[in-house]
Structure formats: C-alpha cells, structure tokens
C-alpha cells in the first residue's frame, strides 16, 4: 500500500519538476 502512494507522489513529483523545465525554458 505505501509504496504505491510512493510511486504516486514520484510521479507526480516528476511530471511537475518536468512541468517547471519546460515552461523555464
């Protein structure tokens, strides 16, 4: 159970520093 909320925050973790690149850039 914890490891998959894990993995969850990971990825939206992720996708939200890889947000941040593009629209730095």
């Given at each position: 159970?914890?490891l998959?909320?894990?993995?969850?925050?990971?990825?939206?973790?992720?996708?939200?520093?890889?947000?941040?690149?593009?629209?730095?850039?």
């Amino acid at each position: 159970m914890m490891l998959i909320i894990f993995v969850l925050n990971l990825v939206s973790l992720l996708q939200s520093v890889t947000h941040y690149r593009h629209t730095s850039i």
